[in-house]
C-alpha cells in the first residue's frame, strides 16, 4: 500500500502521454501510466524505474474506449492508495478522410475516447484532486479545437467538445485548488502515420509541427503558471491569430484542400 501523490496519465504508452509521463518524472513526480495493454507500457514503466529508481511508478492496461474504463481506473487507485494531484487526460484517437469512408462503431469508439472518457475520469478524480492543496487537470484537446475541418469532422468536434468542457468547467472551479489546463497543440509527429501526413500537408504543417518532448515541457510549465488554454509554438499561435481573419467560407475551403490529401 501506498500514500504517495502521483500524477496519473492516459495515453502513456506513446507520443504527448509518454512525454508527459517522462517530463513530469523527470520533475520529480510519481507516475500512474495508463494507456492499452500492449507491451509498450510495461516497457516505458520500466525505463522510468530505472532511470528514476527513487520514484514509484506504475502501470494499468485498460481499454479507455470500454464505457466502465474509468470507474476501473479510479478503482484500481483507490484500492492500492494512490491519491492523484495531477490528472493528464491525453489518450486520443484521430482520423482523416471521408465521412463516409469509416464505419459507424470507428467514430463511436473516437467519441467514446475522446470525449466520454476525459469528461468520466474528470468527475471521478475531481473529488480526490479537490482534497488536495493544488490539483490539476491537463485536458488534451488540439488546433483542430478552433476550426470546422472537412475530411477530420468527428476529431475536429471532438476537440472543440474537450475545448469548450475545459473552459466551462474551469469557471465552475475558479474558487476551488483545482485548474484545468486545455492543451492546443498543432502538429506533433508521434507516428509514423502522422508524419506522412504532416509531409503531405507542406510547409505550414511543417513550421507549426512540434515534438512531443516540446509539447509536454512547454505545457507544465505553463499550467504551473495557471494558463488555462496553452498552445506550443510561435507558428501555431501565429496561425490562430490569422485564422481569425480569414473568412469563415475561405477557410473551410484552405481546410478541405488540405485534408482531402490525407484521405487519396
Keep these: 500500500m501506498s500514500s504517495l501523490v502521483y500524477t496519473l496519465v492516459t495515453g502513456a504508452s506513446n507520443g504527448i502521454g509518454k512525454a508527459f509521463a517522462e517530463e513530469c518524472a523527470a520533475r520529480g513526480q510519481n507516475i500512474l501510466l495508463v494507456a492499452l495493454p500492449e507491451p509498450k507500457l510495461e516497457e516505458v514503466a520500466n525505463h522510468l524505474k530505472e532511470k528514476y529508481p527513487q520514484q514509484a511508478f506504475h502501470h494499468l492496461g485498460i481499454n479507455l474506449m470500454e464505457k466502465d474504463a474509468p470507474q476501473q481506473i479510479l478503482d ?5 492508495d494512490f491519491t492523484v494531484d495531477i490528472l493528464i487526460n491525453n489518450a486520443g484517437l484521430g482520423n482523416s478522410g471521408p465521412f463516409t469512408s469509416l464505419p459507424t462503431e470507428f467514430y463511436q469508439g473516437q467519441m467514446q475516447l475522446n470525449m466520454l472518457s476525459l469528461v468520466g475520469l474528470t468527475h471521478l478524480f ?7 492543496p493544488k490539483g490539476y487537470i491537463i485536458n488534451v484537446a488540439s488546433m483542430a479545437a478552433f476550426y470546422d475541418i472537412p475530411f477530420k469532422g468527428i476529431y475536429s468536434a471532438s476537440k472543440k467538445f474537450v475545448y469548450s468542457f475545459s473552459r466551462s468547467l474551469n469557471k465552475e472551479l475558479e474558487s476551488t485548488s483545482v485548474n484545468i489546463t486545455v492543451l492546443c497543440p498543432a502538429s506533433v509527429p508521434t507516428n509514423p502515420d502522422v508524419m506522412l501526413r504532416e509531409k503531405e500537408l507542406g510547409l505550414m504543417a ?3 509541427s512540434q515534438t512531443p ?4 515541457q512547454y505545457t507544465l510549465d505553463k499550467m504551473y503558471q495557471g494558463k488555462q488554454v496553452v498552445i506550443p509554438g510561435f507558428f501555431p499561435r501565429l496561425y490562430k ?5 480569414v473568412p469563415y467560407r475561405a477557410r473551410l475551403n484552405i481546410l478541405a ?4 490529401k490525407n484521405s487519396k
Design 76 to 80: 484500481w487507485c483507490q484500492n492500492h
Design 126 to 132: 475531481l473529488p480526490m484532486l479537490l482534497a488536495k
Design 206 to 208: 511543417r513550421l507549426t
Design 213 to 216: 518532448e516540446q509539447v509536454a
Design 241 to 245: 491569430r490569422i485564422g481569425t481573419i
Design 257 to 260: 484542400k488540405q485534408f482531402i
